[in-house]
């Protein structure tokens, strides 16, 4: 039997370091390129100053809006957001409510109360069910879409509550035959609740004020966000109409009715308040939907739209944003590569490894830490904004291999289950309480990961490669972070699994 020899084995480790080598390069590139998109979204924010779009004037007479309510299991905030709804400053006559309920537990129960409650006081008011969950949130709003009345259809999720004159300063806008959907910039109800919602809030701030603002300024395509936001009813049947052949069904129709010459209309001044995920199951479910849908999203409308007689920065940003999600499995890939090619450092020339490592931080980090610092400059916010930002920045990273699973899963396949974000209310969810995200003991391969970057770092340490170094700390800090969060966050749910067992309720 043939025994290897040495210059084999030495032939094969070689390529072997070569190939990772370059495979690192091509990441790091790749990843640089996600992350230095931050630089023009800054430049176009700078460029066009003021926040938020020009107020038009009121209506001189206010069209017929139907406010849909998609919910599935929410019965700890079904009962605020219909309450918000039916207090809406907007004319009785020309104002119906559809409170689309596809739940299966105790939330029928509540939506029930709370719509009979406000019918009775005069309220248009309908609750509307289905006898399945076909399509389940575009399914909702489909069905909801065929039988109302209005011409206009503002839609929000269940944990939002937006105010009262919501209606009065979105409406205006469409006095412009071509608008075809008016945005409004999210809140957040409970962003002091603990670092996680700081974290989150820091990023949905910057994502809105900035990203939102300079691609509507600019001129470029962006997206209705899947709730705070006003349709023309027109706008959604010539586009083709909600479609639940992907998990994010706001960014495919948001792209179809651009791609169909309809505008969009971002408004910052207009703030929605809703709440952020409170534990990291939550949050990780939440994340796992958008990553996976917006690279389904791709899928299915990037070979039209690149055809399209569109110009090519509209095309260009368009690329970027709808396949922005590939930067966590670059990440991750960069991040998994290091030890590797630490092991092989003596053949990568010192001028490419500093170059590699300074590029990383200035065209990588250094953009991404800037974007979400002037989010918060941008709203106003002068406390804690160092504190949240490196926590925004953690989370991110550490949210890596969630989101790297989702984008894989997006890039073929059928759309999947939509999961839903479970949501907390006023306070803390009781012992029980069954809307707990997570289904087993989760957070292990985050916490795996944070010790293989801890190996890293110490064998960077003893070699003396110190330019691995902030990259591996960074690392090892946001997946210990988040490994540890998504631990705590699985065993309550198992406690509460088991109280509703003790109790016969579950």
């Not at 709804?85 to 119906?96: C, G, N, Q, W």
Request: aromatic share 8%.
């Amino acid at each position: 039997m043939p025994i290897v020899s040495w210059p084999s084995l030495q032939a094969v480790w070689s390529w072997g370091r070569d190939a990772c080598v370059a495979l690192y390069v091509a990441a790091q590139a790749l990843l640089i390129l996600y992350s230095s998109h931050r630089w023009l979204v800054l430049w176009r924010r700078w460029r066009g100053r003021r926040l938020g779009a020009s107020v038009p004037p009121p209506l001189a007479e206010w069209p017929p809006v139907t406010v849909q309510l998609p919910v599935y299991n929410e019965r700890r905030v079904i009962e605020r957001i219909i309450e918000a709804v039916a207090h809406l400053d907007y004319p009785r006559d020309r104002l119906e409510i559809q409170v689309l309920d596809d739940s299966n537990d105790e939330t029928r129960a509540w939506a029930e109360h709370a719509v009979a409650r406000h019918a009775a006081r005069g309220v248009d008011i309908r609750l509307l069910r289905r006898d399945h969950r076909a399509g389940f949130k575009a399914g909702a709003l489909a069905a909801g879409l065929a039988v109302a009345r209005g011409e206009f259809l503002a839609v929000f999720d269940a944990d939002f509550v937006p105010g009262r004159d919501f209606l009065r300063r979105t409406l205006p806008y469409f006095a412009d035959p071509g608008v075809g959907m008016v945005q409004a910039r999210w809140g957040h109800l409970n962003r002091d609740g603990s670092l996680l919602t700081a974290a989150q809030a820091v990023m949905l701030d910057s994502h809105f004020a900035l990203e939102h603002d300079a691609r509507m300024r600019s001129g470029l395509f962006f997206n209705f966000n899947g709730t705070a936001g006003v349709w023309r009813r027109a706008c959604i049947e010539s586009a083709g109409g909600w479609s639940p052949d992907t998990l994010t069904e706001d960014l495919d129709l948001s792209y179809r009715a651009q791609l169909a010459g309809w505008r969009f209309v971002f408004d910052a001044t207009i703030e929605a308040p809703a709440e952020l995920p409170a534990d990291l199951e939550a949050l990780k479910s939440q994340q796992r939907r958008w990553a996976k849908g917006s690279i389904q999203t791709a899928r299915k409308l990037l070979p039209r739209l690149l055809r399209d007689a569109l110009p090519l920065p509209v095309k260009l940003e368009a690329l970027v944003h709808l396949t922005n999600n590939l930067a966590y499995p670059l990440l991750l890939l960069l991040g998994v590569l290091l030890l590797p090619v630490q092991a092989g450092a003596g053949s990568v020339p010192p001028a490419l490894a500093w170059a590699m490592q300074l590029g990383l931080v200035v065209l990588g980090i250094v953009p991404v830490s800037l974007f979400l610092v002037a989010g918060q400059r941008a709203l106003g916010r002068g406390e804690r904004v160092a504190r949240d930002v490196v926590a925004a920045m953690l989370l991110a990273t550490g949210l890596s291999l969630n989101n790297a699973r989702a984008v894989i899963e997006g890039l073929g396949g059928p759309p999947g289950e939509w999961e839903r974000t479970p949501k907390v209310g006023a306070g803390q969810p009781p012992p029980g309480e069954p809307y707990a995200a997570a289904g087993g003991v989760t957070g292990r391969a985050e916490l795996l990961l944070a010790l293989y970057f801890g190996a890293a770092a110490v064998l960077a340490a003893s070699s003396r490669q110190w330019r691995a170094l902030p990259l591996l700390a960074l690392l090892l800090v946001a997946f210990g972070a988040v490994g540890v969060g998504s631990l705590r966050a699985s065993l309550r749910a198992a406690a509460g699994r088991r109280v509703r067992l003790a109790r016969g309720t579950g």
